[in-house]
């Protein structure tokens, strides 16, 4: 057996999202290979794409945590961005598996966070985190997820969340029309149906709408982000626009609801896409906006995440504290240490 190794085998780790189940394997701690990437519309069911991954690299597994965006509240799991719906039990016996722990995807990243090194953040803004600040987490993708720690003693309760489904705020005109358009089609309307990315898409045929020009709704989310960050599509970069400014205000709400003087992480797969763009944005100008906590939220870093699945770093980190083991990740106070200078991680 390889120095430090687990003695009953690797560990599966899964990160499942709307779109995509992303797969890979623990060896040892923080030794987080054989990453796989499958097409959730690939597969009928979810354990039908766990058993791929498990016939492949996987072969062996003993012991499993699965992030998935979805609520995580007693035996049944069925997913709010796809069809998938599965009992836990039922799929740790089929798949053959000693411990199947399925916890929400961003409860997951938030336990990641303390242990991401300086070079896998990127902030956005100023600000300066407060040691022993409570820490927020947003984050758009297929849907909007939300999360925080919250500091006790010299640990971090990761807080399960479903913040993205808040009703949208708007905080101009344009988000007004852009809300009123939503109206036409939904009796409510949550952040994660604009801040997410299929709301970008719908974002832009609201735009369209209340200016009485003809788009084609047909275009896809990542051809109206190509569109923007290429130039010449006046409605497509406004698109982006307002779509930067809409997370601003999720991100700003969160920091003054959480108190988050720790910092406010921004995951999701959207984001990390928007590259030089985001910087300049109208993101970190309205996170500020916020009237009589404008000076609160400016002293807050917002911080991008571009760390390749730190959601399984996470989940793992979950995994080993559920089967009592030693492996050294996260608890410290301190964001951003390294694995080796941090502590055990309780939830």
């Known amino acids: 057996m390889i120095s430090g190794s687990y003695p009953d085998g690797p560990r599966l780790l899964a990160d499942i999202g709307g779109t995509n189940a992303r797969f890979a394997l623990e060896y040892g701690p923080g030794r987080i290979s054989a990453m796989h990437n499958l097409a959730c519309a690939d597969y009928s069911r979810?354990?039908?794409?766990?058993r791929a991954y498990l016939?492949?690299?996987?072969?062996?597994?003993?012991?499993?945590?699965?992030?998935?965006?979805?609520?995580?509240?007693?035996?049944?799991?069925?997913?709010?961005?796809?069809?998938?719906?599965?009992?836990?039990?039922?799929?740790?016996?089929?798949?053959?598996?000693?411990?199947?722990?399925?916890?929400?995807?961003f409860t997951a990243l938030a336990m990641a966070l303390p242990i991401l090194a300086p070079?896998?953040?990127?902030?956005?803004?100023?600000?300066?985190?407060?040691?022993?600040?409570?820490?927020?987490?947003?984050?758009?993708?297929?849907?909007?997820?939300?999360?925080?720690?919250?500091?006790?003693?010299?640990?971090?309760?990761?807080?399960?969340?479903?913040g993205g489904h808040v009703a949208f705020s708007p905080s101009d005109e344009r988000e007004v029309a852009v809300l009123q358009y939503c109206w036409r089609r939904f009796d409510h309307v949550s952040a994660e149906r604009m801040v997410s990315g299929p709301g970008i898409a719908l974002i832009r045929e609201a735009l369209a709408y209340s200016r009485g020009l003809q788009a084609d709704i047909s275009l896809s989310?990542?051809?109206?982000?190509?569109?923007?960050?290429?130039?010449?599509?006046?409605?497509c970069r406004e698109t982006l626009d307002c779509f930067s400014g809409m997370l601003g205000t999720?991100?700003?709400?969160?920091?003054?609801?959480?108190?988050?003087?720790?910092?406010?992480y921004i995951g999701g797969g959207v984001v990390p896409r928007l590259g030089d763009y985001f910087e300049q944005s109208p993101f970190r100008a309205r996170f500020e906006k916020k009237g009589r906590f404008s000076g609160f939220t400016?002293?807050?870093?917002?911080?991008?995440?571009?760390?390749?699945?730190?959601?399984?770093?996470?989940?793992?980190?979950?995994?080993?504290?559920?089967?009592?083991?030693?492996?050294?990740?996260?608890?410290?106070?301190q964001p951003n240490q390294t694995r080796s200078e941090a502590n055990h991680v309780h939830v």
């Open 46 to 50: 979810f354990e039908d794409a766990a």
């Open 55 to 105: 016939a492949g690299p996987g072969a062996g597994a003993r012991h499993a945590v699965i992030a998935i965006a979805n609520p995580v509240d007693g035996d049944a799991i069925r997913m709010t961005n796809h069809h998938w719906a599965f009992s836990i039990a039922a799929a740790q016996r089929e798949l053959g598996l000693d411990t199947l722990l399925v916890v929400n995807d």
């Open 119 to 162: 070079s896998e953040l990127r902030q956005i803004g100023g600000g300066q985190a407060r040691p022993h600040g409570a820490i927020g987490l947003v984050g758009a993708g297929t849907g909007l997820g939300v999360s925080g720690l919250v500091p006790a003693g010299e640990r971090w309760v990761a807080l399960q969340s479903e």
């Open 221 to 235: 989310t990542s051809a109206i982000v190509e569109r923007a960050l290429e130039g010449g599509d006046a409605l």
């Open 250 to 264: 999720v991100a700003a709400n969160l920091a003054v609801t959480l108190g988050a003087t720790g910092g406010i």
């Open 298 to 333: 400016k002293q807050i870093p917002t911080l991008l995440i571009t760390a390749a699945c730190p959601a399984l770093a996470g989940a793992a980190a979950i995994l080993a504290d559920h089967l009592d083991s030693s492996v050294p990740v996260a608890s410290s106070m």
